[in-house]
């Protein structure tokens, strides 16, 4: 009983910031004299601190001591992998980042990706001014999906030996704290949740848009993950091929292809090379949207049939989940300003089902974000366990 009293009042100092004895009594109808004895122990774990005091007003007596819930009591790292970058976080028990630190990924195995991946995180904490047995638990943010049975990740094609069934006991080994290891778009769609687009939705997914092409779905809160990890996972939906003029048949031929292989970055510039665009001024689809933007007219054609194949994956998760909102984001979905009116004016050709769809507020830094929430939650648990026994 006593641990269940602490964990209430934690659970209320955490909603209301700052606040005093008087008033947890009241919002969480547990008795003075236990609110009392409950924030001692509290304090003395280390979970809980006094942060001042509010007076009462002219001959009310004592001031009220206010406290709040020590946010340093643990420190978290997300890890964000991809195929060209590494980035890394820490931040506290509040989800308040204390550090950062991005870097090219320049691994060609995966041990050597493990590796660099811990450099960095511990680089973070180390500029932060953290000494690293204070870091709770990581959250690796990853391509592909995790088997929650056997701790591998599958379908990781852009990172080379991703899926060795040793990696989570490398990265456990490297990182030496508490570790999950989730796919990236789910991270993404907790990040926009908890911060970003997705604030106050019931429903909504993320749809990313990049090397490859995945989805987070995220209901009350919770990310959805399906029966084996691979919800979302719509850059498996068949494509089947729309005509351009001079495009190269999709992956598939005439049967078609993985939605993945029609709209990713790389998708992107082969469409743009099959419609007259020169191979030596455009070698990227950042090249694509700036010269779109540019107006040019080549260019802004392959923007609209990029949004036609995504208004498509808008449409199949409109028709299956009927999320409220879609938010678009990823290398290819950042280009919002570009992207969201034809796939608007598309969807409305496609389908009666036509959700709400934004760009993400949080750009590159959705993953690390959910990661961050993700590794909080689970280190505010982690702390207040281990310090009450």
Request: aromatic letters at 4%; hydrophobic letters at 45%; charged letters at 20%.
């Amino acid at each position: 009983m006593r641990s269940f009293n602490e964990r209430v009042l934690l659970d209320a100092l955490r909603a209301a910031g700052t606040t005093s004895r008087a008033e947890l009594a009241r919002t969480t109808g547990l008795s003075k004299p236990t609110v009392s004895a409950a924030l001692a122990n509290l304090e003395r774990a280390g979970l809980v601190r006094q942060t001042g005091e509010m007076s009462r007003g002219l001959g009310r007596g004592r001031a009220a001591v206010l406290y709040e819930a020590d946010p340093t009591a643990g420190h978290v790292i997300g890890i964000d992998v991809g195929r060209g970058w590494l980035r890394a976080a820490a931040a506290d028990l509040d989800g308040r980042v204390v550090g950062r630190r991005d870097a090219p990924n320049t691994a060609r195995t995966a041990g050597a990706m493990v590796h660099a991946a811990a450099e960095l995180a511990r680089a973070v904490a180390a500029e932060a001014g953290l000494d690293w047995s204070r870091v709770v638990h990581t959250v690796v943010g990853s391509p592909g999906v995790t088997d929650p049975g056997t701790h591998r990740v599958r379908y990781a094609v852009n990172l080379p030996g991703w899926g060795r069934s040793d990696l989570f006991d490398r990265l456990r080994a490297e990182l030496g704290t508490g570790l999950d290891v989730v796919n990236d778009a789910n991270l993404a769609a907790l990040g926009e949740y908890a911060v970003g687009a997705g604030q106050g939705s019931r429903l909504f997914a993320y749809l990313w848009i990049g090397t490859g092409l995945g989805a987070g779905l995220v209901a009350d809160g919770k990310v959805f993950r399906g029966g084996h990890g691979a919800a979302g996972e719509i850059g498996y939906l068949p494509m089947f091929p729309l005509p351009v003029d001079g495009e190269p048949p999709a992956p598939g031929s005439a049967r078609g292809g993985p939605l993945e292989g029609a709209v990713s970055a790389d998708a992107v510039v082969r469409l743009a090379h099959a419609m007259g665009m020169r191979e030596d001024l455009v070698a990227t689809a950042k090249d694509v949207f700036a010269a779109a933007r540019a107006g040019d007219a080549v260019a802004v054609r392959v923007v609209d049939h990029e949004a036609a194949r995504l208004a498509h994956a808008v449409a199949a998760l409109a028709a299956v989940i009927d999320p409220e909102l879609v938010v678009i984001g990823g290398a290819v979905g950042r280009n919002g300003d570009l992207l969201l009116a034809p796939i608007r004016t598309h969807l409305r050709d496609l389908t009666p089902l036509r959700p709400r769809v934004v760009a993400s507020a949080l750009g590159d830094d959705a993953v690390l974000l959910g990661a961050i929430a993700t590794a909080a939650e689970t280190a505010r648990d982690h702390v207040f366990d281990t310090r009450q026994g």
